[in-house]
């Protein structure tokens, strides 16, 4: 029986990229960080993480609730056509 066999994958190779060098910066390789992350599997008997969709708080709701309302232009906000104009509008309400 062989110590070890091959696996292979297809990746986005932008996140290979990036994956390889930030295991090498922790002293890893990817093919090791697999190695593990398979070894975990067993050792769980799943997935070493859970794999859920994200459920946003009350307030990150209530945020997209408002992008939504300015979009939807039920909201009226402060529009700036420059950087200065946007400092200007900061430092008179910083004066107030």
Do not use: C, W, Y
Not at 8 to 18: E, M, N, S, Y
């Amino acid at each position: 029986m062989a110590k070890t066999d091959t696996l292979h994958i297809r990746v986005d190779p932008i996140v290979r990229q990036d994956v390889d060098e930030l295991l090498s910066a922790l002293g890893i390789s990817t093919a090791e960080a697999v190695n593990m992350f398979l070894h975990q599997i067993l050792l769980r008997g799943g997935l070493p993480f859970s794999v859920t969709l994200p459920t946003p708080n009350a307030e990150t709701l209530a945020a997209i609730q408002e992008a939504r309302d300015i979009a939807a232009g039920k909201i009226h906000t402060k529009t700036f056509h420059s950087v200065e104009e946007l400092m200007e509008d900061l430092m008179d309400d910083a004066d107030d």
